[in-house]
């Protein structure tokens, strides 16, 4: 079920960001936030992707949450348009695994053959995207 549309329409790529974890590995940190937005560097670590994303081309990021839907509502409308990133919110009310998310938000991700993203929201590092996408478009597929 999506909830929540923040940011302009876009026309550029997609990602979607599983986010549904209950981040219990990172209690007691988690307690009080969504992994997520469990700082790191100085930003909600969620940002970092965002940003990698947005250098690759992606300009609507779909976030499948599971566990306090309204602290990442309110945390992303923040930074939304600092990024310049539309947000679709997809909540999952039970969680639906790895590819659950990925069905529910078909209809988001289009029904053509553009490439999207598809992280896991607890990721740091540099991201490769641009030779991830790259390597995809060179390799059909």
């Given amino acids: 079920q999506f909830l929540y549309f923040i940011g302009n329409r876009t026309n550029g790529m997609k990602a979607l960001i599983l986010v549904g974890g209950f981040g219990t590995r990172l209690r007691p940190l988690t307690l009080a936030m969504p992994k997520p937005l469990v700082p790191f560097v ?3 670590m969620i940002i970092h992707q965002v940003m990698a994303l947005k250098e690759v081309g992606v300009t609507e990021v779909i976030l499948a949450v599971a566990y306090r839907p309204d602290a990442m509502f309110e945390e992303m409308s923040r930074w939304a348009e600092e990024i310049g990133v539309k947000f679709i919110y997809s909540h999952e009310k039970t969680p639906l695994g790895t590819a659950g998310p990925i069905a529910l938000a078909a209809e988001h991700l289009g029904n053509d053959d ?15 995207l641009k030779e991830l996408l790259a390597f995809h478009k060179n390799h059909g597929k």
Avoid: R
């Fill in 114 to 128: 553009e490439p999207f993203f598809v992280l896991n929201s607890d990721v740091t590092c540099q991201f490769p």
């Fill in 42 to 44: 100085n930003k909600p």
